[in-house]
């Protein structure tokens, strides 16, 4: 059976729904697409003051901090409920047209991160197993072919378990549980420059935590890209 035959009746069998408002056709409608709130300003990842472009603030600037972060949309809804669906309901179909809002908005400021490699932030093992997959490995391996730059992701790995940084309402706690959470070895990163891709940004700990393992391995620069910020 073709590819197209199959889709066809799996099409029949479980119709595409949208996943912000629920009706039948797509799995993210067109009006749901054009709600989504674009990010006018871009913000320090460091003091989360508005930045132009998003760079770290001169003064902010830390040796092993992120030197910027892109988010693309702000996490309301419809994009919210997409985004949850994507991570915990395996709608894994969500995937290409969430990315494709972020290429849609990388082009239009026309950022492309030339000379970059994406690399996703990884789950812990446990969590990963569970789900089947990352949504943003997913994400960024969209963003990455589409821009044509390598995407590497078993560069960055969780050295511990940690909680989901949502659950924890503390900012002092949501520090210390990404503490020392990732690791990466030398040679693969040192004097490269990334761009860490995930799909939310809250307080950017988790971010923070993979750039200060990249640099402190010698990576050059670190950006940070995110479909949505809190
Ligand atoms: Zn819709
Ligand atoms: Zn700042």
């Known amino acids: 059976m073709s590819g197209e035959a199959f889709n ?5 069998f479980f119709p595409p729904r949208c996943s912000g408002c629920g009706k039948f056709g797509d799995w993210f ?3 749901c697409f054009s709600e ?3 990010v006018e300003k871009q913000i320090c990842p460091l003091c989360g003051s508005p930045s132009i472009g998003g760079l770290t603030h001169a003064v902010c600037k830390r040796p092993w901090g992120l030197d910027g972060l892109i988010s693309v949309a702000e996490l309301e809804q ?7 669906d994507l991570k915990y309901h395996w709608v894994k179909v969500l995937a290409p047209t969430l990315a494709a809002l972020m290429i849609a908005f990388l082009q239009y ?3 492309d991160f030339a000379g970059y490699i994406f690399v996703p932030i990884p789950l812990d093992n446990a969590r990963q197993r569970w789900r089947g997959f990352n ?13 044509g730059l390598p995407f590497e992701p078993e560069i960055i790995v969780r050295r511990k378990k940690t909680l989901p940084q949502a659950e924890i309402k503390n900012e002092q706690e949501r520090k210390k549980n990404m503490e020392n959470a990732f690791c990466c070895s030398k040679d693969k990163v040192s004097g490269k420059k990334i761009v860490l891709v995930d799909d939310v940004v809250t307080t950017g ?3 923070q935590n993979a750039a200060k393992e990249l640099k402190r391995k010698g990576t050059l620069k670190v950006w940070a890209l995110t479909l949505a910020r809190r």
């Open 8 to 12: 066809t009746i799996l099409n029949f």
């Open 29 to 31: 409608c067109k009006e």
């Open 36 to 38: 989504v709130v674009f």
């Open 78 to 84: 419809p994009l919210n409920k997409a985004i949850y």
């Open 109 to 111: 400021f026309q950022l």
């Open 135 to 147: 949504q943003s490995d997913l994400l960024g391996k969209e963003v990455a072919d589409f821009l």
């Open 205 to 207: 700990a988790t971010l």
